[in-house]
Nanobody
């Protein structure tokens, strides 16, 4: 599966953005999906994950209650709705998928397919 993230941009603190991750290839619904983010000099960190059907989601503590992950399997697309953005949310955001039929994970090395990243900048 090939992934392409989009929707990043510049937003003021307290604002909102919605990221999208479009997938090409078949069997999109058989891939769990996740969002990660990375700032310069730091390791890529887990943000959120979603199961194949979208029935199960999981969030990092730092974004719980502010971000919502979702997917539309008919459109081969995953989303990350980000509300109440903070300056510390500034990062490059990546969408990712583990091998087909594998469950979602918070671990970076569980994911083998990566999108190219989209920059989110939150001004304070």
């Amino acid at each position: 599966v090939q992934l392409q993230a989009s929707g990043g941009g510049l937003v003021q603190a307290g604002g909102s953005l919605r990221l999208s991750c479009a997938a090409s290839g078949r069997a999109f619904s058989s891939y769990a999906l996740g969002w990660f983010r990375q700032t310069p000099g730091k390791e890529r960190e887990f943000v959120a994950a979603i199961s194949w059907s979208g029935g199960t989601t999981h969030y990092a503590d730092s974004v719980e209650g502010r971000f919502t992950i979702s997917r539309n399997n008919a459109k081969n697309t995953m989303y990350l709705q980000m509300n109440s953005l903070k300056a510390e949310d500034t990062a490059v955001y990546y969408c990712a998928a583990p091998p087909q039929d594998n469950p979602w994970s918070i671990k970076l090395n569980a994911y083998v397919y990566w999108g190219q990243g989209t920059q989110v900048t939150v001004s304070s």
